[in-house]
């Protein structure tokens, strides 16, 4: 089953998962990170489909997606690729074994 995690102090609350989501899961928490930001939690976390539309929206890499046995951090990835913006395709996610 996909699944995402939020690295909850990565994240600043600006609500662009929560918007980006298909599946409309995502919303701010109650309690806030150690910036003093609400973040993101996952409300009905076995209605994603890990479509990964979260971790592509969220401009701080404070998402990861699981997905078949393979962790996705797209923007890391091309930080860490070096890619610029306009040359982003999807075989530049970056793919670890969970
Ligand atoms: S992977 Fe897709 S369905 Fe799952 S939380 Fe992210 S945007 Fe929503
Ligand atoms: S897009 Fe990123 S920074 Fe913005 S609320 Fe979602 S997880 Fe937090």
Do not use: W
Request: proline share 6%; net charge positive; charged share 20%.
């Amino acid at each position: 089953m996909p699944a995402i995690k939020v690295l909850k102090d990565k994240c600043k609350g600006c609500e662009l998962c929560c918007t980006a989501c298909p599946q409309q899961i995502l919303s701010l928490s109650d309690s806030i990170n150690s910036s003093g930001f609400r973040f993101a939690v996952v409300n009905d976390p076995h209605r994603c489909i890990g479509c990964a539309i979260c971790a592509v929206s969220c401009p701080d890499l404070a998402i990861e997606v699981y997905a078949e046995g393979t962790v996705y951090r797209f923007y890391g990835a091309r930080a860490r690729n070096k890619v610029q913006p306009d040359n982003v395709k999807p075989d530049n996610y970056m793919k670890e074994g969970v």
